[in-house]
T-cell receptor, first 113, second 114 residues
Framework: AQSVSQHNHHVILSEAASLELGCNYS??????LFWYVQYPGQHLQLLLK??????LVKGIKGFEAEFIKSKFSFNLRKPSVQWSDTAEYFC???????????FGTGTRLQVTL | NAGVTQTPKFRVLKTGQSMTLLCAQD?????MYWYRQDPGMGLRLIHY???????AKGEVPDGYNVSRLKKQNFLLGLESAAPSQTSVYFC?????????????FGEGSRLTVL
C-alpha cells in the first residue's frame, strides 16, 4: 500500500525565517501529489498540487514544492514565513482509482513574532 | 455556492449510542469520501463512494456504515459508538473527470464519545 511520510511533526520558526517541510511517498508509479493546509479550527484547503510537467510547483500564499522523482520526495518551501502561516500542513498522494488520497501524519507549523 | 456542508458540526455521544453524520455537496461531484482526523495520525479514509448507490471501504471502515442514496449526499453512520471513534470527521468530494484528483473538504464534524 502507498504511504506518505512527513518527518517534521512540529516546527517552530520566527517570522521571516525560511521554511522547508519534508514529504516522502512510497508509490513507484505515476503520482499526483498535494499539499493541504489546515488553519486552526478550519477545514483543509489545497495549497498546491503536482500532476505532471515542471517539477517545481507554485501554490498560493508564496508556497512552492519540488517533486524529485528519484528521491520520492515532494518537499514544501517558503522563503519567508509569516505569523499567519501558523497551521498544520499535510502532504498527500493520489492512490489507485476513485481519486483516493493517502495523507501523511501532518506537520504543525508555529510561527512566532 | 456552499461547496461541501457537514452536519452536525459537534456532537457528544455516550458509548453504545448511534448517530448519523450528513455530508451534502452542491458541485455535482460523483466521488465522495469520509475521513477521520486524529492527532499524530493525519487523515485516514473510512469509506468512499464513486456514485449514487455505490460505496466502498477505505483504510479504517470498522464500526462505520455509509449510504449514498442521492448523488449530493453521503451519510456516515455509527451504529454503536465507542470511545475510539472520538475524532474529527471530514467529508470530501471531487469530480470523476478531475485530472488531478483535487478533493474539496467540508468544515469537519467533531464527535466525542464518552
Amino acid at each position: 500500500a502507498q504511504s506518505v511520510s512527513q518527518h517534521n511533526h512540529h516546527v517552530i520558526l520566527s517570522e521571516a525565517a525560511s521554511l522547508e517541510l519534508g514529504c516522502n511517498y512510497s508509490y513507484g508509479g505515476t503520482v499526483n501529489l498535494f499539499w493541504y493546509v489546515q488553519y486552526p479550527g478550519q477545514h483543509l484547503q489545497l495549497l498546491l498540487k503536482y500532476f505532471s510537467g515542471d517539477p517545481l510547483v507554485k501554490g498560493i500564499k508564496g508556497f512552492e514544492a519540488e517533486f524529485i522523482k528519484s528521491k520520492f520526495s515532494f518537499n514544501l518551501r517558503k522563503p519567508s514565513v509569516q505569523w499567519s502561516d501558523t497551521a498544520e500542513y499535510f502532504c498527500a498522494v493520489k492512490t489507485g482509482t476513485a481519486s483516493k488520497l493517502t495523507f501523511g501524519t501532518g506537520t504543525r507549523l508555529q510561527v512566532t513574532l | 455556492n456552499a461547496g461541501v456542508t457537514q452536519t452536525p458540526k459537534f456532537r457528544v455521544l455516550k458509548t453504545g449510542q448511534s448517530m448519523t453524520l450528513l455530508c451534502a455537496q452542491d458541485m455535482n461531484h460523483e466521488y465522495m469520501y469520509w475521513y477521520r482526523q486524529d492527532p499524530g495520525m493525519g487523515l485516514r479514509l473510512i469509506h468512499y463512494s464513486v456514485g449514487e448507490g455505490t460505496t466502498a471501504k477505505g483504510e479504517v471502515p470498522d464500526g462505520y456504515n455509509v449510504s449514498r442514496l442521492k448523488k449530493q449526499n453521503f451519510l456516515l453512520g455509527l451504529e454503536s459508538a465507542a470511545p475510539s471513534q472520538t475524532s474529527v470527521y471530514f467529508c470530501a468530494s471531487t469530480t470523476r473527470t478531475s485530472y488531478t484528483g483535487e478533493l474539496f473538504f467540508g468544515e469537519g464534524s467533531r464527535l466525542t464519545v464518552l
